[in-house]
């Protein structure tokens, strides 16, 4: 099965500090044992397809219940080499 790449930003962000949004939504994704790289602009997530569908998904709620506003999600299949 193909890896995928997701990332996701969380609205809305304090500039220079984690919002209860977006703690939630980093909280989320490492409670499925995944490491996210958090940075300005988004967190980064990689992992089989199923692994990380399943994240986004708990993502989603625990972000959407903290207070977000907006939550923009991308994600890459990754090649199989």
């Known amino acids: 099965m193909p890896g995928y790449r ?5 609205e809305p962000f ?3 500090s984690l919002g209860p949004p977006v703690v939630a939504a ?3 994704v490492a409670e499925r044992g995944f490491e996210p790289s ?10 089989d397809a199923d692994r990380v ?11 959407m219940d903290a207070g977000a506003t907006r939550v923009t999600v991308q994600v890459e299949r990754r ?3």
């Open 6 to 10: 997701a990332e996701f930003m969380v």
């Open 26 to 28: 980093v909280e989320a």
């Open 53 to 63: 569908v399943a994240a986004l998904a708990d993502m989603l709620h625990a972000a």
């Open 14 to 16: 304090v500039e220079g």
């Open 79 to 81: 090649s199989e080499t």
């Open 38 to 47: 958090v940075d300005a602009f988004g967190t980064t997530i990689e992992g």
